[in-house]
């Protein structure tokens, strides 16, 4: 858990006032205060952390999904420089954050959305996640839409430099569905979320190609179309949580205008059925990124 600190301040020495004056200047600090201190609940919650990692939770203005309302929230991380967290899937080591919203109120739902994560190698090896600080959009589906929603957030990620460090972090935030200041962050943490791609079709970013290796069939290839000066990154999962596979490395050998990658079919869980699982492919190139599935043949 985190402990907060808390250090004495000097104030400066105070004008004697007269008792009128004193009573105006009293009422209005009550008045500043009743006045800010709401707006700074229904942006965001208190920063839960230390110098290294904190957490928050930020409002969004809700919006509507069919006949259903949905309101909208940010799960906000900030990283110290060369500090780094994990994404759902991180790679050769490293802890996934977990989100628990198991004490709120007047939820039906919720869902947390994973935006596009980057590639890390260092010396521990090559990990998938976040660095500088992320923000995960939350979409919650209330009980009664007419009502505000009490969003309670237990959270435990991991934070990495040289050590890495177990985190655990409490928020609360009631959403109104109005925006706050954190809107512009949550809007662009969904737009670096994956859209789904259809098999073998997509936009200027699209999985083109995958094929096991005819001289190595445990080695799969992937063929990215990237739009033309960006690099793409590619991410691979299998079926189910228990295969760790490793992240696909770039290889040469890909026609113009697309990227090729290659992996092993390796970390599989024991007795695993290759043929015919399902991978799912995460893409990034160009601040946008496309998520495909395919099945092994």
């Not at 260092?122 to 923000?135: L, Q």
């Not at 083109?208 to 080695?219: C, E, G, I, M, Q």
Request: with cysteine; charged share 20%.
């Amino acid at each position: 858990m985190f402990t907060a600190v808390i250090r004495p301040i000097s104030w400066p020495a105070v004008p004697r006032f007269s008792g009128r004056a004193q009573a105006a200047l009293c009422c209005g600090l009550l008045l500043l205060g009743a006045t800010a201190q709401p707006g700074q609940a229904a942006d965001s919650s208190e920063w839960a952390g230390d110098s290294r990692s904190a957490a928050r939770l930020v409002a969004g203005a809700a919006r509507t999904d069919g006949d259903k309302k949905i309101f909208r929230a940010g799960v906000e991380i900030r990283l110290a420089p060369g500090w780094k967290t994990y994404w759902r899937y991180p790679g050769d080591s490293g802890v996934p954050p977990h989100f628990d919203f198991a004490g709120s109120d007047n939820v039906k739902t919720v869902t947390v959305l994973w935006p596009a994560p980057q590639r890390l190698a260092d010396s521990e090896g090559v990990t998938i996640g976040y660095k500088g600080g992320v923000t995960f959009p939350v979409r919650i589906e209330p009980v009664d839409p007419a009502k505000p929603v009490a969003l309670k957030l237990k959270l435990d990620y991991a934070v990495c430099e040289k050590l890495c460090i177990p985190v655990d972090a409490k928020a609360a935030l009631n959403l109104t569905g109005i925006a706050g200041a954190g809107e512009a962050g949550i809007n662009a943490a969904e737009a670096r979320v994956p859209k789904a791609m259809d098999a073998g079709h997509g936009g200027d970013i699209a999985v083109t190609s995958v094929r096991r290796d005819a001289t190595a069939p445990k080695r799969i290839l992937v063929d990215v179309k990237a739009p033309a000066g960006t690099t793409a990154e590619l991410f691979a999962e299998g079926p189910t949580p228990d295969w760790a596979l490793p992240v696909p490395e770039p290889v040469a050998g890909a026609e113009a205008g697309s990227q090729r990658f290659a992996f092993l079919l390796d970390g599989l869980p024991p007795g695993a059925n290759v043929k015919g699982a399902l991978l799912r492919l995460t893409a990034a190139a160009g601040g946008r990124a496309i998520e495909a599935r395919f099945r092994l043949d």
